[in-house]
T-cell receptor, first 114, second 116 residues
Framework: DTAVSQTPKYLVTQMGNDKSIKCEQN?????MYWYKQDSKKFLKIMFS???????INETVPNRFSPKSPDKAHLNLHINSLELGDSAVYFC?????????????FGPGTRLTVL | AQKVTQAQTEISVVEKEDVTLDCVYE???????LFWYKQPPSGELVFLIR??????QNEISGRYSWNFQKSTSSFNFTITASQVVDSAVYFC?????????????FGTGTRLTIIP
C-alpha cells in the first residue's frame, strides 16, 4: 500500500501547455504539501494545505494553482508552462499539527518542459 | 528566519568506513524539529529521523546515529561501517513549531558515495 502517491511519475510537455499532477495520501493526514526540487537538488516548499485550506503559499507564480478536493488529495495545476518549471515536484503529507509532525513524501513527478 | 546549512556538498568513502554528515541550523524559536531524509538514486525521499529541540539525547538506529547539540546548533548524522546501499543524497531539515509556518526548510544536501 502506497502511503503518498503521485501521478504521473514523468511528464514531458511543450512550453505554453497546461498540465496537472495528482497527489493522494492514504495515511489519514490533515495536511498536504507541494515541494519543488530543482536541478541542483534544492528542495523548497511551494504550498501547504490543512483540511483543504491553504496555509502556505511561498511566493509561487500564480500560474501554479493547487486544488484540494478533500483531505486526501492535493493536485497541482500549472498553466502556461515555462522552461524554468522543469523540476521534480514532490507531494507530502503530515498529521496535525503539521509543524511538529513528520512529513512523508510521495515518489516525485519529474516535469520536463521543452 | 530558519536556515539549514550542509557544508559538505559531496563525500566519498570506501565501503566499511565510518562517515559523518554535518548539519548546522539557525532558528529564533525555542521549539523546533530537526529531520534527516535520504534520497537514493531512485529519487524518492525517505524519512530517517525526527528530533525535537527539547531532546538532546543522541540516537542510534542500527548503523545510523545522530548527535544533536543545541550549544553548537548542530544535528550531525553518522553512518558506521558504510555500505554501497548508503550511497544517496542526504538532507537535513528544520521545522519550527509555528502555526502558519508549517514547512520544512531543507539544507542543500550532501551527496554520499560509498566506493566498493
Amino acid at each position: 500500500d502506497t502511503a503518498v502517491s503521485q501521478t504521473p511519475k514523468y511528464l514531458v510537455t511543450q512550453m505554453g501547455n497546461d498540465k496537472s499532477i495528482k497527489c493522494e495520501q492514504n495515511l489519514g493526514h490533515d495536511t498536504m504539501y507541494w515541494y519543488k526540487q530543482d536541478s541542483k537538488k534544492f528542495l523548497k516548499i511551494m504550498f501547504s494545505y490543512n483540511n483543504k485550506e491553504l496555509i502556505i503559499n511561498e511566493t509561487v507564480p500564480n500560474r501554479f494553482s493547487p486544488k484540494s478536493p478533500d483531505k486526501a488529495h492535493l493536485n497541482l495545476h500549472i498553466n502556461s508552462l515555462e522552461l524554468g518549471d522543469s523540476a521534480v515536484y514532490f507531494c507530502a503529507s503530515s498529521q496535525d499539527p503539521p509543524s511538529t509532525d513528520t512529513q512523508y513524501f510521495g515518489p516525485g513527478t519529474r516535469l520536463t518542459v521543452l | 528566519a530558519q536556515k539549514v546549512t550542509q557544508a559538505q556538498t559531496e563525500i566519498s568513502v570506501v565501503e566499511k568506513e565510518d562517515v559523518t554528515l554535518d548539519c548546522v541550523y539557525e532558528t529564533r524559536d525555542t521549539t523546533y524539529y530537526l529531520f534527516w531524509y535520504k534520497q537514493p538514486p531512485s529519487g524518492e525521499l525517505v524519512f530517517l529521523i525526527r528530533r525535537n529541540s527539547f531532546d538532546e539525547q543522541n540516537e542510534i538506529s542500527g548503523r545510523y546515529s545522530w548527535n544533536f547539540q543545541k550549544s553548537t546548533s548542530s544535528f550531525n548524522f553518522t553512518i558506521t561501517a558504510s555500505q554501497v546501499v548508503d550511497s544517496a543524497v542526504y538532507f537535513c531539515a528544520l521545522s519550527e513549531a509555528d502555526f502558519g509556518n508549517e514547512k520544512l526548510t531543507f539544507g542543500t544536501g550532501t551527496r554520499l558515495t560509498i566506493i566498493p
